[in-house]
Structure formats: structure tokens, C-alpha cells
């Protein structure tokens, strides 16, 4: 009996074996595949702005003298607003990089979210300024523990995608609230929403839904980069859609520490 147990055992092995092999060929394909995605996504957004510099830099050189002084403006623009969309993308693939090395390292300290919520909106007023921003924030709210340099990133990433992909003249709310042993904050827009199949992928590095959308400027870091600023702070994000009409909702979820002061606290230890 024990023979014949060990030969069993010894197949089941040899067939977890045999699994596990065409399991990692086909990871290794697929980290292949993804490699070369990767590549051929990076050097398009590296390479359109740049081409696009070059074109605005290129014709100001030659002509400069024969052009009217809108066009030379425009052109200017062009350089300007083209060099800072490469200046992002490539801190977003910094941040990306520190994330996937594990040298993210957040410095977290107490917090009022109100003050980290006022900072992203001073900061995205530029991109915002056709959508209306209503903000929720209750002023006795708990304080949190978070890094508020990456939790502002956060919020700026998911206030920016808000402006890319709802309609100018929509609404953004963007609320906090306490559920008993966490702090949720919710941002929610007025736009498309996201395909079901979508929801957790558009968390995938590079992953973008209307992978041909040119107009709507992206890379596909923003909510990859959010996901891993929120779990190094020890939180979680997920995205869903509005039930009352189209619209895309994040909520971030952050654990509430049991000792988490809240502001009056703060305010009458200053005291
Ligand atoms: P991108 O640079 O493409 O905006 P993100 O990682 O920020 O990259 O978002 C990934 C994809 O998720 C986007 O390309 C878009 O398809 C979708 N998405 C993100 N935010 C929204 C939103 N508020 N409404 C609709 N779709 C969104």
C-alpha cells in the first residue's frame, strides 16, 4: 500500500510539475509580450510630444521673422505645454519604478485631510477650470496617517482623470467621510463611467481603456502609480460606476489608527 501511495504521490508531483512548467512558459511569454507592449507604449508617448516640440521648435527657428506674433505664441505653447507632459511622464515612470522596487518608501504622519484635499485642488485649479468641484470634507474628521506628498499625487491623478474624461461644465464631487474604522474618500465624476470588464484592470500599469484615445492625452501610469501610493500607505482603491447616472466613482479606503487624533485635538494640544 505505501508503494503504491508513493508512486501516486510521485505522479501527482511529476503532473504539479508538468503544470507548473507550461504555466511558466506561458508567464514568461506573456511577460515577453507585455515587455515589448510596454516599449512600444513608452517610446510612443516619449517619442509624440518630442515630435511635436521638435515641429513648434523647428518652424519658430526658420520663421520667426515672417510670423505673425499669435503664431509664434501658439508655437510657443506648444514647446511649453508639450515639454510639461513629458516632464510628468517621466516622473510618473520614476514614481512607477520606485513603487515596483519596493524603495517607495511613504513618510507618514497625522494628518487633517482637508488641508491635503485644499493643496490637490490649488494644484489642479489649471486643469479644472471648465468643471464645477464640489468639495465634502467634515471638519471633525478623525486625522489620518499618510504620506500627504504621495496622498496629494493621489488625489491630483484621480481629480486630472476626472477633467480628461467628464464633459466640461460637469460636476466633480469629491468627499470624505468616517465608516467606523476607516476614512473613505470618494471622488466621482459625471463622465463616460468605465466598462465593467475595466474596473480593476485600469489599475494594470499602461493599461488604458480606449487604448486609441489620442485625444485624451495619457499614459496609462496615473491610477497604477494611485494604487501603489494608497497600498504603501496601508490603504486600498477601487473604482466602480454611478448607479444614479454615468460616471466614473474611486474610493480610496484608509484604515482610521485607534488613536488618531482629530483636529480640535490637535488644536488644544497647540493650545
Ligand atoms: P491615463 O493616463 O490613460 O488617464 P490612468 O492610469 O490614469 O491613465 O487611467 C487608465 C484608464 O482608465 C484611462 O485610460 C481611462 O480609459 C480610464 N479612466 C480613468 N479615469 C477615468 C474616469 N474618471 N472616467 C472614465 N475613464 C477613466
Redesign the pocket.
Known sequence: LLDALADQAALAIERVQLVADVDNARLAEEAGRLRSALLTSISHDLKTPLAAIMGAAGTLRDYQAALPEEDRVELLTTVTDESERLNRFIANLLDMTRIESGAMEPNAAFHYLGDIVGSALRRARKIMIHHHVDVRVPSDLPMVKVDPVLFEQVLF?LLD??A???PEGSTVNLQAERDEARILVRIC?E????PANDLER?FDTF????KGDHVRA???????ICRGFIEAMGGTIAAENRTDRTG?VFTINLPLLPNSPNLKDMTALKD
Open positions: 491623478n482623470n476626472a480628461k474624461y467628464a465624476d463622465g463616460p463611467g468605465i485600469v493599461y488604458r481603456v480606449r495619457g499614459t496609462g501610469l496615473g491610477l497604477s466614473a
